[in-house]
């Protein structure tokens, strides 16, 4: 058991896989400052802009006339390849500022407060998802029979929906040596670009009670990134250093800020559009809502490549040759020379948006308790977008006017339980759906973490004059 405070943070791995692991710990730290599809900020009766963002539909089917959103954030980090040992994260930031590495089998004595980053042994296939959301200035408002919503954001989203287990540590260097080992195709995408949105919704039927909204989004590509192994491919580890790949064929896309990460910037690289489409419907005390959300790409076509290349005989691989490349980049440079070829076949590419289903039901229980389920679910995989894991999520919730509380349990890709807990206070939104990730004593192998800060009506229900006639504002209270 590691105590509390104090002491150094460790990476238990050996030497030559030290840079990667680096990065990984550094992506973990930095994405707990901006929540998956932060379902505390999108869910409730008052979420306003945030709701739009979920379903466009929303911004008719609010009970708010009116939602400004001055600023939020949120992000969402979960992947099985390491993990810190018994440590929470508020743990791991208090003690991040030593980095050792230590042997993987060293007899290495650690210190009272030391934290381990260590790998996962079990044999599921590797996943990872990382996704980071910034919403500046937005707002949804109602005139007449419409509503309609602007915004921005900027989002950085990776996944890698499915990786063969072999290619987990402990398992790759357990395969013995000289034995084939074929490995399932997998792939994994990664963007940073920015959305300005503009939607609008309409309400139909007497009582006012199906919601009907788009948002088309222009699309400001920064980075991007797409790799795939396909089909199958086979290899057998000779000894230590060398690895014969019997068969291979990759596929490699990216831009100048993936290939060289000391590129990396905000500069714009590529363009494209998107749509988001719901439906809302209210049934006496059950609200039902449906959307489709990121359908579209984004193009890029400055500072980018496209690299394939294929192994049909047999090719040694010298590891150490590999593992000292300290940039994709030299990754790519270090295989042609190996295969004594040009990878390169374009400089530009695509990345699909990675659309989802969104499907939400909130249902009032007595007084001031609700509660919500949500499902979402990508419905688009190629070769060419960033996938990411379905999830369930049910959230019972006291909710007032200036007041929410929300108690979230996340079924996360269908195989481990999240507990949250998130707060509104007036115009503050606060909340994790990870709580152990943050307090708890455990492993620690992802994060999430959400703020919001925003501005609306101090009354709602009732008629409001924001066009040439008022607006009846839909109220759901019981």
């Known amino acids: 058991m590691i105590p509390e405070s104090g002491g150094k943070l460790y990476i238990k791995v050996p030497i030559e896989v030290k840079v990667a692991l680096v990065l990984l710990m550094i992506t973990l730290l930095f994405s707990t400052l901006r929540s998956q599809n932060a379902a505390?900020?999108?869910?409730?009766?008052?979420?306003?802009?945030?709701?739009?963002?979920?379903?466009?539909?929303?911004?008719?089917?609010?009970?708010?006339?009116w939602d400004v959103n001055i600023a939020s954030s949120h992000a969402f980090l979960h992947q099985n390849y390491a993990f810190f040992r018994s440590a929470s994260l508020i743990h791991v930031l208090r003690n991040q500022s030593t980095i050792e590495v230590v042997e993987i089998y060293a007899d290495e004595t650690f210190a009272d407060g030391d934290v381990i980053l260590d790998f996962e042994a079990s044999n599921r296939s590797k996943s990872a998802s990382l996704l980071m959301d910034v919403i500046?200035?937005?707002?949804?408002?109602?005139?007449?029979?419409?509503?309609?919503?602007?915004?921005?954001?900027?989002?950085?989203?990776?996944?890698?929906?499915?990786?063969?287990?072999?290619?987990?540590?402990?398992?790759?260097?357990?395969i013995p040596f000289g034995e084939i080992t074929e490995i399932q195709p997998f792939q994994g995408a990664a963007m940073l670009w920015a959305e300005v949105g503009i939607g609008a919704s309409r309400f139909f039927l007497d009582d006012q009670s199906l919601h009907v909204g788009a948002t088309l989004k222009y699309l400001i590509g920064y980075e991007g990134m797409y790799g795939q192994v396909n089909p199958s491919f086979a290899f057998v580890r000779q000894n230590n250093d060398e690895l014969r790949l019997i068969r291979a064929e990759a596929e490699l896309a990216l831009t100048s800020g993936f290939y060289d990460h000391n590129d990396f910037n905000i500069g714009q690289k590529g363009k494209g559009a998107g749509l988001d489409f719901g439906v809302v419907k209210r049934l006496d005390n059950l609200t039902?809502?449906?959307?489709?959300?990121?359908?579209?790409?984004?193009?890029?076509?400055?500072?980018?490549?496209?690299?394939?290349?294929?192994?049909?005989?047999?090719?040694?691989?010298?590891?150490?040759?590999?593992?000292?490349?300290?940039t994709l980049g030299g990754l790519i440079a270090e295989t042609n020379a190996t295969t004594g070829t040009s990878s390169l076949e374009a400089n530009s590419f695509s990345i699909v948006l990675p659309a989802k289903l969104r499907i939400y039901a909130d249902k009032h229980l007595a007084g001031d308790w609700h509660i919500g389920a949500t499902f979402v679910t990508p419905f688009i995989r190629t070769r060419h977008t960033i996938i990411h894991k379905p999830f369930v999520a049910i959230t019972p919730r006291y909710e007032r006017r200036w007041f929410t509380?929300?108690?979230?349990?996340?079924?996360?890709?269908?195989?481990?339980?999240?507990?949250?807990?998130?707060?509104?206070?007036?115009?503050?939104?606060?909340?994790?759906?990870?709580?152990c990730s943050l307090f708890g004593k455990s492993s620690l192998n992802g994060t999430s973490f959400f703020a919001a800060i925003k501005i609306n009506p101090f009354g709602i229900g009732g008629r409001h004059t924001m066009g040439s006639k008022g607006v009846e504002c839909p109220v759901i209270d019981p």
């Open 40 to 65: 505390l900020l999108y869910e409730g009766r008052y979420s306003g802009i945030h709701g739009v963002i979920a379903n466009p539909a929303w911004s008719t089917a609010s009970v708010l006339a």
């Open 405 to 435: 509380l929300n108690f979230p349990v996340v079924w996360d890709h269908f195989r481990s339980l999240r507990f949250g807990l998130g707060l509104r206070l007036g115009l503050l939104s606060i909340g994790t759906e990870d709580v």
């Open 136 to 174: 500046g200035p937005s707002l949804t408002f109602k005139i007449n029979d419409w509503a309609f919503a602007a915004f921005g954001r900027m989002r950085m989203e990776a996944g890698i929906p499915s990786v063969d287990a072999h290619l987990g540590y402990y398992q790759f260097h357990g």
């Open 288 to 326: 039902l809502s449906i959307s489709l959300l990121d359908l579209g790409m984004v193009s890029f076509g400055d500072n980018a490549q496209m690299h394939r290349t294929s192994i049909a005989d047999s090719l040694v691989l010298f590891i150490p040759g590999f593992t000292a490349q300290r």
